[in-house]
């Protein structure tokens, strides 16, 4: 069984950029979760994918989106690149939404802007 | 926002028991405690969770108080590898969609 795997590990752009971040789930789970690390600060969460359709959303602006595959898989991107985006994305992934499904994440790509 | 209030740091000497506080005074009657942490340059992984009654597992004890205001996460006996950031999480299970609400957590620093 693998784990919760992220790519790339570290990403560099300047502002205005857009990017793509991925994430290949647990196997077996079918929920990914997309949370945003700044440094010195908890996750914060961003949006859930359940079976491909977004199922809940933080507060971020719309240039965040996210995209879920059939093989539960999943991308993060973010258009109009800031320079408050630099922080830790990190994924997450679970089998089921509720909360009785424990969420198993993966150590995240660092996005820095400049 | 976090419902939850942690000290941000303690120190801790290696082999003696680490005991982490949480307050979350406003939890209400279907809400679970959980405790992740997050160990430098990785994702927080999950520790514990309970209700009311006490909990333990391999990694840890979950100690909540009767009035289920306060808790307290126990690490029997601390290691250089517990270094590491701990996050309280208050949360329903019945709620739809399992996301996590992390507030600033807990800097431990486990010492020689």
């Known amino acids: 069984e693998t784990g919760v795997t992220q790519s790339p590990t570290h990403l560099i752009k300047t502002r205005g950029q857009q990017v793509t971040l991925r994430c290949s789930s647990q196997s077996g789970h079918n929920t990914v979760s997309w949370y945003q690390q700044a440094l010195g600060q908890g996750p914060q969460f961003i949006f859930q994918y359940y079976r491909e359709e977004e199922n809940g959303r933080g507060n971020f602006p719309p240039r965040f989106s996210g995209l879920q595959f059939p093989n539960y898989s999943s991308e993060l991107n973010v258009n109009a690149l800031e320079l408050d985006d630099s922080a830790l994305y990190l994924c997450a992934s679970s089998w089921g939404t509720s909360g009785y499904n424990e969420q198993f994440f993966g150590p995240g790509t660092r996005l820095t802007v400049l | ?112």
């Not at chain 2, 120190?11 to 406003?26: K, W």
């Not at chain 2, 959980?34 to 430098?40: D, G, M, S, V």
Request: net charge positive.
């Open chain 2, 1 to 112: 926002d976090a419902k939850t209030t942690q000290p941000t740091s303690m120190d801790c000497a290696e082999g003696r028991a680490a005991n982490l506080p949480c307050n979350h005074s406003t939890i209400s009657g279907n809400e679970y405690v959980y405790w992740y942490r997050q160990i430098h340059s990785q994702g927080p992984q999950y520790i514990i969770h309970g209700l009311k009654n006490n909990e333990t597992n391999e990694m840890a004890s979950l100690i909540i108080t009767e009035d289920r205001k306060s808790s307290t996460l126990i690490l029997p006996h601390a290691t250089l590898r517990d270094t590491a950031v701990y996050y309280c999480i208050v949360r329903g299970l019945r709620e739809y969609g399992n996301k996590l609400v992390f507030g600033a957590g807990t800097i431990l620093r486990v010492k020689s």
